[in-house]
C-alpha cells in the first residue's frame, strides 16, 4: 500500500542523502519525494509517497536519523495534494491546434513553442497531473518531467512547529 508521509527535518546538508539511504538500505521504494523550506527558519519539509506494507516500521526509521523532527502518515487525513509536471509534447504545425486545445481544457499553461514541440505546464492532484498526462499522450512525449505529491493537512495544524527545541548551529561560531 503506498503511504504518503510528511517529515519536518533540520535543514542541513547530506539530511537528503541519509534518508535517502535509510530507504536503501531497508528495501524500500520511494515513489515520490519532494523536499522545501518549510515555516520554520532552518525546518525543511519532505512529502514522500513509499510502498511500504509496515508504514510504522518506516516512520520508526526515520525518526532513528537526529535530524528528523517530526513524521506524519497522511495517508488517511484529508489533505490538499499538489504534484507540478512540465511536458514536452510534440506538435507540428498540423497537430499544435490540438495540442493547445488539449492543454487549455486541462487546465494546463504553453511555456514554450518550438517548431516542432511545446512545453506545457499543470499543476494539481495527482489524478489530475495522470489524467492529463494521458491526455497529451497521443501528441507524442518527448520530454515529463514531475516534481513529485506535496502534501499539506487541511484545517488547524496537530502541534505548532515552532515548538521544536532551536537547532544547534551547523558551524560553531568563533
Do not use: W
Request: charged share 25%; glycine share 6%; hydrophobic share 40%.
Amino acid at each position: 500500500m503506498k503511504h504518503t508521509l510528511v517529515a519536518l527535518m533540520q535543514d542541513r546538508p547530506a539530511v537528503l542523502h541519509r534518508v535517502v539511504s535509510l530507504f536503501r538500505r531497508r528495501g524500500y521504494n520511494i515513489d515520490s519525494l519532494a523536499v522545501g523550506q518549510s515555516e520554520t527558519s532552518g525546518v525543511s519539509r519532505m512529502s514522500l509517497v513509499v510502498d511500504a506494507e509496515n508504514v510504522e516500521q518506516v516512520i520508526k526509521q526515520l525518526y532513528r536519523l537526529v535530524e528528523v523532527l517530526k513524521v506524519t502518515d497522511v495517508t488517511d487525513e484529508r489533505t490538499v495534494d499538489r504534484e507540478t509536471v512540465l511536458v514536452k509534447v510534440g506538435a507540428p504545425a498540423g497537430t499544435r491546434r490540438d495540442v493547445v486545445a488539449t492543454a487549455s481544457a486541462c487546465g494546463a499553461k504553453i511555456l514554450d513553442v518550438a517548431s516542432s514541440s511545446v512545453v506545457i505546464e499543470i499543476t494539481g492532484d495527482p489524478d489530475e497531473v495522470e489524467r492529463f498526462i494521458e491526455a497529451v499522450r497521443p501528441f507524442g512525449l518527448k520530454e515529463m518531467m514531475r516534481t513529485g505529491r506535496i502534501a499539506m493537512t487541511r484545517g488547524t495544524p496537530h502541534r505548532s512547529h515552532s515548538s521544536f527545541a532551536p537547532l544547534s548551529p551547523l558551524v560553531p561560531s568563533p
